[in-house]
């Protein structure tokens, strides 16, 4: 039987923070297992119950969204929560601290339900929720930001052709089952190849592996006025 995907809910308007209860609990092999409305609580929440998601609004009083889900990146105990960022701004600003908080992805709240339960399920994958327009818009500002760690030669001279093949299919937006079947590969060995990049590397993430690969070469750039 496959374990219930656990996850916290952190927003300062209790009617969002009951519509997404609602929605998480009917869904099957989804459960809700606390509710913050703070940045500041929701971290304690977290540290408190290990969910494997985190719904986690930006505007919050006291405590933000973005410096939660940074203390949360922050802390080695919390290695396996990953925070998906919910807001009602559509602003690139906003998209790009978020990632370099340490967020997962990053989704709109009149996004459709059956597009968040996705979103839910592909972060508690261990995967980034980017889509490619997503990825392509922002993606030149992303990477000419500080915090971007830098590859060192010898990192870089270790990724096998395959893998390097496997970053550029992650910088253009895929997730391991889109890059299993481009590859005709299992789904498994896609992850593998993911998880190499990244610790050879030295990503900390899906999103901080696209960045560094668009800055460092492995991929071309997009096109800024695209």
Request: hydrophobic share 45%; charged share 25%; glycine share 8%.
């Amino acid at each position: 039987m496959t374990e219930l995907i656990r996850v916290l809910i952190a927003d300062d308007e209790a009617l969002v923070r009951g519509g997404f209860r609602v929605l998480v609990d009917t869904e099957p092999g989804m459960t809700v297992v606390g509710e913050a409305a703070d940045g500041a609580t929701a971290v304690e929440l977290v540290r408190q119950t290990r969910p494997d998601v985190v719904l986690m609004d930006v505007r919050m009083p006291g405590v933000d969204g973005l410096r939660a889900t940074r203390e949360i990146a922050q802390d080695p105990d919390l290695a396996g929560v990953h925070v998906l960022i919910l807001t009602t701004f559509d602003h690139d600003e906003y998209v790009i601290e978020a990632l370099a908080a340490g967020a997962a992805g990053f989704l709109i709240k009149n996004t459709e339900p059956r597009q968040l339960l996705h979103g839910i399920r592909v972060v508690a994958g261990g995967e980034a929720l980017l889509s490619p327009g997503l990825t392509r818009r922002l993606i030149a500002r992303i990477t000419s930001r500080p915090g971007i760690p830098r590859p060192t030669a010898d990192g870089l001279s270790q990724l096998t052709g395959r893998e390097r093949e496997v970053v550029a299919l992650v910088a253009d937006g895929m997730s391991n089952a889109d890059i299993a079947a481009e590859l005709t590969i299992s789904h498994a060995t896609a992850k593998t190849h993911v998880s190499r990049a990244m610790t050879k590397l030295g990503a900390r993430d899906r999103a901080q592996l696209v960045a560094m690969a668009y800055r460092h070469g492995l991929v071309e750039p997009p096109d800024p006025a695209r």
